[in-house]
């Protein structure tokens, strides 16, 4: 067996009022792919920062090659050869393609002292692309590439220095489904070249096509690292949640009321158009379509976020006039964007806080906010939504994922809105916390509110849906009934020729 690359002892991390690592064991040999996974808050991002020296361990110890090392900060991670490419990827779109590569580590020429060699680092640009199978230029401006290039041109970063270790947060979060056929393939050329990956995602399907061998980890602690032709999804997902999921889409039956929504003929200009569907009290409505069908467009629209051109809303049958976002939120609509980070919350800010942005009225004595009352119905919802740490002080960015998008919800439901909008809901959050986000949906709807939800994952639209509008080229082709609802349906329509 080869020596690892990389070995954890005993790794610690506390943070005040939270152990995020436990005494973590893990091994990652050279030319291996070894997948990482866990639910939301079990240490995987903090075990990622201090493998790339963004935060240092508390206890415990870190061998690179055989060699006792304590990384000193990202740049010493860098000049160990691990580097990491996040969900959010790191570029500055308003730069070249080389430029971004470089940037840091620029080459300079030898005989003018000071001055950037453009034409070696273009070359080299290029050089390392084509290894990548990446034949656009590098001299073209990255924020012209879609979101699979973006990340080609990181993981050439990486290989512009000596990358041994190549961590992978998420890679195809963002991704068509020809981008992940793509990278996965990249990945499979970087591991023939002797580069280590960990390979961190929720899709488990990725996990069983790619990987070598896993490492579970709940609440802070690793459960078991095993070989991943061994393993079996439910097992995988048993270890992660340490419970079976005799169901993963908990669907109740509710109570389907009166008419709450009705859009007629809804349209904006080389967007979408003719868009016309109702909601009802007590349904989920699943919006199905492929990327760039128009979904998000249609639903922000109604919201008063983007414009339209032609068409009507009618709330509880009168129609309504919805040019801004306030004008939705008086009107009873509450909506979770698909981008939490930059849309959803303020992540500098406490949970508190963010969950009291939407409704600051509510809040308000006389002409200064009430503070003890804002933290109170924070600690209400915090319980109801089980968030952790149970913080109301905690920074939202410090959150995982599935928190923040609970912390979103939370939000919501400090607005008492009767229509609530979920745009890809359950995106980049595990098993177990999908599950959470589905009961919170389920005693909504329960509760008499209605829900919009868009979701790219077919699955769960057919296991979460009451009835199914699909979209194709901004337009709608196809509205299914539960009893009808499948993928094969949904494919038919979403891939409609209009």
Excluded at 358 to 373: I, P, V
């Amino acid at each position: 067996m080869k020596q690892p690359l990389i070995e954890l002892k005993g790794v610690s991390k506390v943070f005040p009022g939270v152990k995020a690592l436990d005494s973590i064991d893990l091994e990652v040999r050279p030319g291996e792919i070894h997948g990482l996974i866990g639910e939301n808050g079990a240490g995987k991002s903090t075990l990622i920062k201090i493998l790339t020296g963004a935060y240092k361990n508390d206890a415990g110890k870190i061998f690179v090659e055989g060699k006792e090392t304590v990384i000193q900060g990202p740049k010493h991670a860098m000049q160990l050869g691990i580097n990491a490419i996040y969900q959010e990827l790191n570029i500055l779109p308003d730069l070249k393609v080389v430029d971004n590569i470089f940037i840091g580590r620029e080459i300079k020429t030898k005989n003018k002292k000071g001055m950037l060699d453009v034409k070696k680092m273009t070359e080299k640009a290029k050089e390392v692309l084509e290894e990548l199978g990446q034949e656009f230029d590098p001299k073209m401006n990255i924020g012209e590439l879609g979101m699979g290039h973006q990340q080609m041109v990181e993981i050439a970063k990486s290989l512009c220095i000596d990358t041994k270790l190549l961590i992978m947060d998420e890679p195809t979060s963002s991704l068509s489904e020809r981008e992940v056929r793509e990278l996965m393939r990249t990945i499979q050329g970087l591991k023939e070249k002797g580069i280590a990956i960990i390979f961190i995602s929720h899709r488990l399907p990725e996990i069983f096509e790619i990987c070598d061998r896993v490492t579970v980890m709940r609440d802070g602690k690793k459960i078991k690292t095993l070989d991943v032709e061994e393993l079996t999804e439910d097992e995988l997902i048993k270890l992660m949640v340490g419970r079976s999921l005799e169901q993963q889409f908990p669907k109740i039956k509710t109570e389907i009321g009166e008419e709450v929504l009705r859009v007629e003929n809804l349209k904006r200009n080389g967007v979408f158009e003719n868009i016309s569907f109702s909601l009802r009290k007590g349904e989920i409505l699943g919006m199905a379509g492929l990327v760039g069908a128009g979904r998000t467009e249609v639903v922000r629209a109604i919201f008063g976020a983007d414009p339209v051109d032609d068409g009507k809303v009618y709330i509880k049958g009168k129609e309504v006039k919805i040019k801004t976002p306030t004008d939705a939120m008086n009107n009873g609509i509450a909506f979770l964007t698909e981008d939490r980070k930059s849309q959803g919350l303020i992540l500098g800010n406490t949970i508190d806080f963010n969950m009291a942005i939407s409704c600051y009225k509510k809040f308000k004595k006389n002409a200064l906010l009430n503070l003890k009352e804002m933290k109170k119905s924070a600690e209400d919802n915090i319980k109801k939504l089980k968030i952790s740490p149970p913080n109301p002080s905690f920074m939202a960015g410090q959150l995982s994922g599935g928190n923040q998008q609970k912390v979103v919800i939370g939000k919501w439901l400090n607005t008492d809105a009767d229509i609530f909008i979920f745009d890809e809901p359950t995106r980049g959050i595990d098993v177990g916390a999908k599950v959470e986000v589905y009961n919170i949906m389920n005693k909504l709807v329960s509760e008499g509110v209605a829900v919009i939800m868009i979701s790219s994952e077919l699955p769960e639209v057919i296991g979460m849906s009451d009835r199914v509008v699909v979209m194709s080229e901004g337009k709608l082709t196809a509205e299914i009934n539960r009893e009808d609802l499948s993928q094969e349906n949904i494919m038919k329509a979403a891939t409609a020729s209009n």
